[in-house]
């Protein structure tokens, strides 16, 4: 199961309306077929932000 | 001459009212008022032997009735019968926009009632009443009853349960044991 946007109002679970932009898990062939009728967007997870080492100015201990 | 008391039959309300479905009773279910109204009319007879013209005869020449009641059951069964519809089962794939304007994550079977494809809602009823008061048990069946639902039915009211109401017309039948309008049974206690 992994996690989708909603691109327009989904019925998830119990019956209960997923709105637009809300997160929804969903098994891959359900996904494959909102994905393609495009109702559903893979969510784009942001990277995590790298360290950047500044380096030592000369004769620092 | 002797005075006869009248024996206290007093009956507490409630019960169960079904309708015949083949061979099986299924409950309507959650039923808020029943009520049923016997009446009928008269032909009179008339001599004028005298100065005024008077009634000397009167006999039953029709009888009808009439059921009523109002259900809270939001059953398929209830729904179709106010409004005298059909029932269909239709399948929505994922994907599929559904009635309520959202999309399928599943594969679902609605229930969907079209109005007015029926002429006529034709019910065998029986209510078995419930014995509240350990006397007895008051029974009545109503052959052919023609249902038809013509008061406000209103969803969207949140202070209440939503109710169906309901209205009927007592037929006579041509099957000879039910021939009556309406049977009632007193089943006795114990």
């Known amino acids: ?61 | 001459m002797a005075l006869v008391p009248a024996v206290s039959t007093k009956q507490l309300g409630g019960g169960r009212l079904y309708y015949k479905d083949g061979n099986d009773w299924k409950e309507i279910g959650k039923v808020k008022e029943f009520k049923y109204k016997y009446s009928t009319e008269e032909t009179e007879g008339t001599s004028h032997d005298g100065c005024m013209e008077e009634i000397d005869d009167s006999r039953i020449s029709s009888s009808s009735g009439e059921v009523s009641f109002v259900t809270e059951n939001i059953s398929e069964e209830n729904v179709a019968n106010a409004a005298a519809g059909t029932i269909e089962q239709v399948s929505y794939a994922i994907g599929n926009t559904l009635p309520d304007e959202t999309v399928a994550t599943k594969a679902v079977t609605i229930p969907t009632i079209k109005a007015g494809k029926l002429s006529m809602v034709e019910k065998h009823l029986k209510f078995i009443g419930a014995n509240c008061t350990q006397g007895k048990r008051y029974v009545v069946e109503f052959y052919k009853v023609t249902l038809k639902s013509d008061s406000d039915i209103a969803p969207q009211v949140l202070k209440d349960f939503m109710q169906i109401p309901f209205t009927g017309k007592m037929l006579a039948t041509d099957i000879a044991d039910e021939s009556e309008l309406f049977t009632t049974y007193l089943i006795p206690a114990g």
């Open chain 1, 1 to 61: 199961m992994k996690k989708y946007k909603a691109l327009v109002p989904l019925r998830g679970d119990g019956g209960k309306t997923v709105t637009v932009g809300k997160e929804i898990e969903l098994d891959a062939e359900t996904a494959k077929t909102l994905l393609a009728n495009k109702q559903i967007e893979n969510i784009v997870e942001a990277e995590p932000a790298k360290t950047v080492e500044t380096a030592k100015p000369k004769g620092a201990k």
